[in-house]
């Protein structure tokens, strides 16, 4: 049977609907579009926990997050750590932030009803078997600073995928690499790919496609194999096929 | 917890995975945007199976048949009978039609690998209490000639819900109402709209919103109570947002 995600059950389905009111900060997040929460595992086999910042119009699709450029570059990285599917990631915001991770945004990440929710839901997140936290980007390395459970487990805090200039955000991952891989236990029958980013931009060899079994039932094929989506206007996004066949 | 469809498991999941080739058939279809499959129950406690055409734009965003306005009217057409629930909808096509339900059309709908494989799922719907199908249109009319297991059930073969004469449309329906409402057992606790379709258009008040348990995991709450995508060119489709909040 074809691998899709089913969604969440029980505990976290139940902490999803519980999610903070974002109404009094609202002219900062793309309300509109609905909270997106997760991707990867919540059935307690993740050994690294991801997080990211938040979502943009691939997410707005296809409903998790880290799937579009941001995300493919991610999974490019988990690779090279030889995680296939033992992962779990959640974002800074649910919503989509209008704007850049600035002192306002970092207020209002740290405002109470959104601090204390999000660190229920990491809790939840945290296993005795997590090996290591990864922090993408200065919005998510807040995040674990305000997170009483990170004491004790091993944070890397990588630039943000999206970090504009690709030569230092390389550079800054290949730092990040070996330190995680003495720490992270790669998946079964998984090499992890131990060459280091090499030259200055991303090559379609840097990325990997976001796996069918972290996207919901029925989607195109093609989905989380590149860039698909991108908003034309506040209330509308424009979604590209990507292939001939889905 | 709020309600949503996490997808199919067991014979589903596996008949849809051995889905019949379109390939030398896709000039005729959308193949970009990927098969789609059902909407409603799988579990068994469908009392009614519908049959509806092809997916569209709405369907491809959603992952589901039958929920812009065509599915909308359907739900509505459903509210009248009683049924919140309690049914399971299936297509002619699992990929969208290019044209009409013309005689070539017909005849890949009637071609060895697609008719047997759908009499097979058709199979799988009905159960013990299957009290009634509903064909909606020329080409579900046509899938239940086709499929040996409709004798003995009975069959309503109403227009297709987005027929050109809203007038004449409506009129059709209210034939279909008074014989199905003696078939058709309502969901418990739902009361039947048992007032005729009035007049000779299409109200906000026929339609019915798509319930989130039809849904996938995670879709903005505005998904189904509208028209929300149409195609903008054969590989891209503007999927609008219906709410300032998701």
Known sequence: MAEFDPGPTGAFATHWDNRPSYSAVKARFRMNWGPIYYRGRLDGTARVIIIGQDPAADENVARRILVGAAG??????????????????????IYGLKGQIDPEAKQISGSAPIKTWRNQLLDMLKTGQTEAVIAFGAGAAQV?????????LFVARPLHPSFRDDAQLRTNWNTWLP???TRVTPDPGVTPDSTPYAGATFKKSDLADIPARDLPFGVPKWMGTGDMAWRTAPTQIAWKSLAAEG
Chains 1, 2 share one sequence.
């Not at 490019?76 to 974002?91: C, D, E, T």
């Not at 305000?146 to 004790?152: I, K, Y």
Request: glycine share 12%; aromatic share 12%.
């Open 72 to 93: 493919q570059r991610v999974q490019g990285f988990l690779r090279k750590l030889g995680l296939a599917k033992s992962y779990v990631m959640v974002n800074t915001f």
């Open 144 to 152: 674990v600073d305000l997170w009483p459970g990170a004491s004790g």
């Open 179 to 181: 330190q995680l891989r």
